[in-house]
C-alpha cells in the first residue's frame, strides 16, 4: 500500500493491478481482462495523486464529469470503471482496498 508521503509511479501501480485486478469484486468474474480495468486504475492513480488533498466522497462527481476527456479511457464508461477507479484511488491514499461495493 501506498504512505502518504511515498507517491508511487504508474508502471509500479500498473504492475501491481495487473497482478491483482482479478481479486477485486468487480472483475472476479473473469469476464474480462486486465485491459478493460487499465484505464480506471490509472484515471484513479493519477487523480489521488493530483487531489491528494481531498477524500473521495468530495471528489468523486469532479472525477465522473472528467472520465468524459480522460484520455486513456478508451470506449469505457465511468459506470464500468468507477469501482476500479475507487480501488486505485484508495491504494494511493493509503487506505484498505475495498471488499465490497
Known amino acids: 500500500m501506498a504512505d502518504a508521503?511515498?507517491?508511487?509511479?504508474?508502471?509500479d501501480e500498473d504492475t501491481y493491478w495487473q497482478s491483482n485486478f482479478r481479486n477485486?469484486?468487480?472483475a472476479s468474474?473473469?469476464?474480462?481482462?486486465?485491459?478493460?480495468?487499465?484505464p480506471g486504475y490509472r484515471y484513479g492513480f493519477e487523480?489521488?495523486?493530483r487531489?491528494?488533498?481531498h477524500k473521495w466522497s468530495d471528489i468523486e462527481s469532479t472525477l465522473r464529469k472528467g472520465?468524459?476527456?480522460?484520455?486513456?479511457?478508451?470506449?469505457?464508461?465511468?459506470e464500468q470503471m468507477k469501482d476500479a477507479v475507487r480501488d486505485a484511488w484508495d491504494r494511493v491514499m493509503g487506505h484498505r482496498p475495498m471488499t465490497t461495493r
Open 47 to 49: 487523480a489521488a495523486n
Open 67 to 78: 472520465w468524459d476527456t480522460f484520455e486513456h479511457r478508451g470506449a469505457s464508461t465511468w
Open 29 to 38: 468474474s473473469g469476464s474480462y481482462d486486465y485491459q478493460l480495468y487499465r
Open 24 to 26: 477485486r469484486p468487480y
Open 51 to 53: 487531489h491528494d488533498e
Open 5 to 11: 508521503n511515498d507517491k508511487l509511479n504508474w508502471t
